[in-house]
Nanobody
């Protein structure tokens, strides 16, 4: 049974950093695991995704240069290091996964994912 459990959210000031963790039990190397977010007034959107087998990574434009996704295969964990956070990054961050590889555009589409964690809140104040 697939289970995704997020942790690491919190409140920081603009310019600060947070590291989110996702314990992704039940997934094999042939899986996409990623981070998505729901910010106020917007639909859920992709942030960053990693293909576990090859370690290929995909980022939303707003995440490039600030966020880094990584994995620990032994722990079946996926991390999102977020630096230089902005108030517009405030929202609920979810870990999600699905079997199989997806090309970049599809990998960041939340509709492609069928397993979700409960979410962790990130609040960035100005």
């Amino acid at each position: 049974q697939v289970q995704l459990v997020e942790s690491g959210g919190g409140s920081v000031q603009a310019g600060g950093s947070l590291r989110l963790s996702c314990a992704a039990s039940g997934y094999t190397y042939n899986s996409n695991v990623g981070w998505f977010r729901q910010v106020p007034g917007k639909e859920r959107e992709g942030v960053a995704v990693i293909y576990a087998g090859q370690g290929s990574t995909y980022y939303a434009d707003f995440a490039k240069g600030r966020f880094t996704i990584s994995q620990d295969k032994a722990k079946k964990a996926v991390y999102l290091q977020m630096n230089n956070l902005e108030p517009t990054d405030t929202g609920l961050y979810y870990c999600a996964g699905r079997p199989g590889w997806l090309e970049a555009g599809a990998a960041l589409d939340p509709r492609r994912y069928d397993a979700w964690g409960q979410g962790t809140q990130v609040t960035v104040s100005s």
